[in-house]
């Protein structure tokens, strides 16, 4: 995003010692978001928005906007570009953006409450797997290929242990003795649906979402492994964002949850309670996710 003057220099210059304001062109703020839902990404955002608006107007932001893509690689472009400001995802996609050149990872984000979460690998209560070395030979299910808990820290972590892991577009697909087979769900209910009907050796969700499964679901299912654990959600800046619009944008996220009006639009944004600085440095409350990348394929 960049900052542009209706008049020239000379102008500019001209109508200061005239006693006269220049004019500043007004400035949009954008928030990206992955999704293939754009109608919803916007309701989701709505209360975020609406303060952003609000509490950015000193700095020369008169509005705030949202940009949905469907995908990592859209999102990369877009901030490359400097058509994208702010990102906010879990550690995977926004790791593959920095990784990228094109994002800083600068706070946390505290989504539904929670600081960090880890991922979970289950089977049918009655399936002779019990650990994640008998998964070879068998398919496994993931929601989708930007989810950190529910592709990227199950899929690093099998190929840290060793584990050859191939993609198949069908579940029906065969597996060989020496691999596991993986598919897209495309939502974790469907994951949790597919491993309980069977139709699925496996699934991998996070342990929020397993652990808020109803009780008569969790009965039929038996987790085989536990990830590590990493932040929940992470705020990124594109790396085009001006300095100084950084920075307020940086403290007016950091004091939402200090009056009322913020907290309760920080609970209208998906109940997230706060977003804060690492305690340590973003570098070490990553590491476990780039310790993983170095197996990653």
């Known amino acids: 995003m960049k900052f542009s ?3 020239p220099v000379l102008s500019v210059f001209l109508l200061i010692f005239s006693g006269l304001t220049p004019v500043v062109q007004a400035e949009t703020l954008t928030i990206g978001s992955i999704s293939g839902n754009a109608s919803k990404e916007m309701i989701r955002h709505k209360s975020l928005i609406e303060y952003l608006t609000r509490s950015l107007k000193s700095s020369g932001i008169d509005k705030v906007d949202i940009r949905v893509t469907d995908g990592i690689n859209q999102m990369t472009q877009l901030m490359r570009s400097g058509s994208v400001d702010l990102y ?3 550690p ?3 790791l593959k953006l920095a990784n990228a050149g094109v994002s800083d990872i600068v706070l946390r984000r505290w989504k539904k409450g929670v600081k960090q979460y880890h991922n979970v690998i289950f089977v049918h ?3 002779l797997i019990d650990s994640i070395e ?3 030979g068998e398919m496994i299910g993931f929601e989708e290929d930007f989810s950190t808990s529910s592709y990227y820290l199950p899929k690093a972590s099998l190929q840290q242990k060793g584990l050859k892991l191939t993609s198949k577009t069908d579940r029906h697909e065969t ?4 691999e596991i087979g993986y598919v897209f769900t495309g939502e974790d209910k469907n994951t949790v649906t597919w491993v309980r009907k069977q139709r699925i050796a496996a699934g991998a969700i996070s342990n929020i979402k397993f652990d808020g499964l109803k009780a008569r679901f969790r009965k039929q299912l038996r987790i085989i492994f536990r990830s590590v654990s990493v932040p929940r959600q992470v705020v ?3 790396k085009k964002i001006p300095p100084a619009l950084a920075r307020s944008l940086t403290q007016v996220l950091l004091n939402m949850d200090q009056t009322e009006y913020g907290r309760q639009q920080l609970r209208a944004f998906e109940r997230t309670v706060k977003f804060d600085e690492f305690p340590d440095s973003v570098e070490k409350a990553l590491t476990p996710m780039t310790v993983l990348a170095k197996t990653f394929k």
């Open 5 to 7: 003057v209706k008049y």
């Open 88 to 90: 906010m995802d879990s």
């Open 92 to 94: 995977f996609p926004s």
């Open 125 to 127: 209560t009655d399936s």
């Open 134 to 136: 008998d998964l070879q």
């Open 175 to 178: 597996v060989a003795n020496n």
């Open 236 to 238: 990124s800046y594109s």
